[in-house]
């Protein structure tokens, strides 16, 4: 399934930040997104997992095919790691956790709670969520926030395996996942804001 978005446009708290943003994401394609601290990425992001509704613009392809990983892991900190995923693996229908576990590699932890778990083990288990959706497309919001060098090349692994089962990835990040990936600059599609001259005096 290919995402396609067409002419963009989308605000956060009542401000525009994108506009007029396009871009295919295709089967097997990864797509990084770059741009400066407060640019959009999380809101472009939240609205195409449809999050938020956009200003205006078209969203085809994302319907119950969306697998999204944002800032907060969404852990159950009171059920262990294995029926954290176990609990994700029945809402979505998967049919077992192994594949999961062994990605990010959590069988060491598979019996400890998950409240109890480090920052970086909670992102792990956060992110091994995304293997039992089996949703085609990722969208992954800052992943590799608290992961080590190891957690970050055993993500970078998943993905890899993710594109080469046909699934696609849209990443929001800072740093290179050294993934074969496309490169979405937001730069270009910055919200212009108002002119002062477009306010109405009164409001003034
Ligand atoms: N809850 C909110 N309410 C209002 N405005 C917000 C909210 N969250 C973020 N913003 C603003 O919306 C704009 C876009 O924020 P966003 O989080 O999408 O940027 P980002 O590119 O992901 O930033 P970063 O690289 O720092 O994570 C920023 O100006 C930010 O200050």
Same mark, same amino acid.
């Given at each position: 399934?290919?995402?396609?978005?067409?002419?963009?446009?989308?605000?956060?708290?009542?401000?525009?930040?994108?506009?007029?943003?396009?871009? $295919?994401? /295709?089967?097997?394609?990864?797509?990084? @997104?770059?741009?400066?601290?407060?640019?959009?990425?999380?809101?472009?992001?939240?609205?195409? =997992?449809?999050? !938020?509704?956009?200003?205006?613009?078209?969203?085809?392809? =994302?319907?119950?095919?969306?697998?999204? /990983?944002?800032?907060?892991?969404?852990?159950?900190?009171?059920?262990?790691?294995?029926?954290?995923?176990?609990?994700?693996?029945?809402?979505?229908? /998967?049919?077992?956790?192994?594949? /999961?576990?062994?990605?990010?590699?959590?069988?060491?932890?598979?019996?400890?709670?998950?409240?109890?778990?480090? =920052?970086? !083990?909670?992102?792990?288990?956060?992110?091994?969520?995304?293997? @039992?959706?089996?949703?085609?497309?990722?969208?992954?919001?800052?992943?590799?926030?608290?992961? #080590?060098?190891?957690?970050?090349?055993?993500?970078? #692994?998943?993905?890899?395996?993710?594109?080469?089962?046909?699934?696609? =990835?849209?990443?929001?990040?800072?740093?290179?996942?050294?993934?074969?990936?496309?490169?979405?600059?937001?730069?270009?599609?910055?919200?212009?804001?108002?002119? @002062? $001259?477009?306010?109405?005096?009164?409001?003034?």
């Amino acid at each position: 399934m290919t995402l396609s978005v067409t002419d963009l446009s989308i605000a956060r708290g009542g401000v525009p930040v994108l506009q007029g943003l396009g871009f $295919d994401l /295709a089967p097997g394609q990864a797509l990084v @997104v770059r741009g400066p601290n407060g640019i959009g990425k999380t809101t472009l992001l939240r609205t195409i =997992a449809g999050l !938020q509704p956009p200003i205006s613009g078209r969203i085809e392809g =994302a319907e119950d095919c969306i697998a999204y /990983a944002g800032h907060s892991d969404g852990i159950k900190p009171t059920l262990t790691v294995t029926e954290n995923l176990t609990f994700w693996a029945s809402v979505f229908g /998967a049919s077992g956790i192994c594949p /999961a576990l062994d990605a990010f590699e959590l069988n060491d932890l598979s019996d400890r709670h998950a409240g109890n778990l480090s =920052a970086g !083990q909670k992102r792990r288990l956060g992110l091994s969520r995304l293997l @039992v959706t089996g949703r085609p497309i990722w969208v992954l919001d800052e992943p590799t926030v608290s992961l #080590d060098v190891l957690a970050v090349a055993l993500f970078a #692994d998943a993905v890899r395996a993710h594109l080469g089962r046909g699934g696609s =990835a849209l990443v929001a990040t800072h740093i290179d996942l050294g993934l074969d990936a496309d490169v979405l600059e937001l730069g270009p599609y910055r919200a212009v804001p108002r002119a @002062v $001259d477009d306010f109405d005096g009164d409001f003034l």
